[in-house]
């Protein structure tokens, strides 16, 4: 699989990562099944897709607890990409960026994951009670502890992805605020944000930010939390822990709206042969933003994983990427 740089080249992972997500949360729990999950990470590792996306909130704990099975038996092969900042509190999750607080979920981490040191560790979300700068530097003292190789911003400005508030994060001015504060105190090697077909708002500002500074961007939820997958039909329930279920773009109506977006993958996928499927598309209009983009698709069965990685073979052409460009935007938007 092609490899892509992550912070300035010092970095090298597959095009296309792993998001491990919803093998423990956010998504259908009758749908999770430990040894099916394991599957999709050596799946993932054995094509080439070694960012393996998680975080100590998902379960919580226990996608953490579940990756470092694997990494016991294959840590060399592959690129860690945790995450802290956001824990669940009585009623929801709340952002912590206390420096004590992150020392201590550092070392929760590495012992769940069964390894040394986390290769990419990503701030969850910026805590609007903690200066940024006092949290990156306390960040930055475990890269000096050498428990993290390099450091991240995850989920600024997106839009409903699970975990997010209906407003606040979605500001795109206020992430790049923060992160250049953040870059005062220590390099920025990544930013994770939601980033797909029918979510392109990232590439008008944080994709140019991160371009003209050797950042690495890692675009979450690059297949529409399923839906651009093709796979969900208009009027398909969820179960009520579930994101997907309070969503606006999952009700019957804005999923019918939108099919009309699975449609114009599906045509640009025929184009590409008949074992490229729409799914595979939408990830490679994802690569096609820039080199230095790295889509994370969450996959918990082998068989997502291995077609995610089979996207990094697609390469779409001008006339594709205008085809995409001049389809309808999604409907369903948070208020």
Partial sequence: MERRSIGA???????????????????????????????????????????LDTADLYGPFTNELLLGRVLAERR?????????????GDQHVVADGRPGYLRRACDATLRRLRTDVID?????????????EETWGAMAELVGAGKVRALGFCALGA?????????????YGTTVRHLERAQQVFPVSAVQAELSVW?????????????????????????????LTGTLTPGEGFESQDVR?????????????????????????????????AAQVALAWVLAQGPQVVPVPGADRARWAAENAAAAEVRLTAGDLSEIAALPAAVGAWD
């Fill in 9 to 51: 080249g010092a970095l090298a992972v597959g095009a296309v990562g792993l998001g491990c997500m919803p093998m423990s949360w956010a998504y259908a729990p009758s749908r999770r099944r430990g040894q099916e999950s394991l599957a999709a990470v050596h799946t993932a590792l054995d094509l080439g897709s070694n960012l």
């Fill in 76 to 88: 060399s092969e592959a690129f860690v990409s945790a995450k802290v900042g956001l824990r669940a």
């Fill in 120 to 132: 990419l560790y990503q701030l969850h979300r910026v805590d609007p009670d903690v200066p940024v």
């Fill in 159 to 171: 839009g409903a992805g699970p975990g997010a508030g209906r407003r606040g994060d979605r500001a």
């Fill in 199 to 227: 979510s392109p708002e990232a590439a008008w500002q944080l994709l140019p930010w991160c371009a003209a500074r050797g950042v690495g961007f890692l675009a979450a939820m690059p297949l529409g939390s399923g839906f």
């Fill in 245 to 277: 279920a309070r969503h606006p773009r999952f009700t019957a109506h804005a999923m019918a709206s939108n099919q009309a977006l699975v449609a114009g993958l599906r045509r640009v996928a025929g184009r590409h042969g008949p074992g490229v499927t």
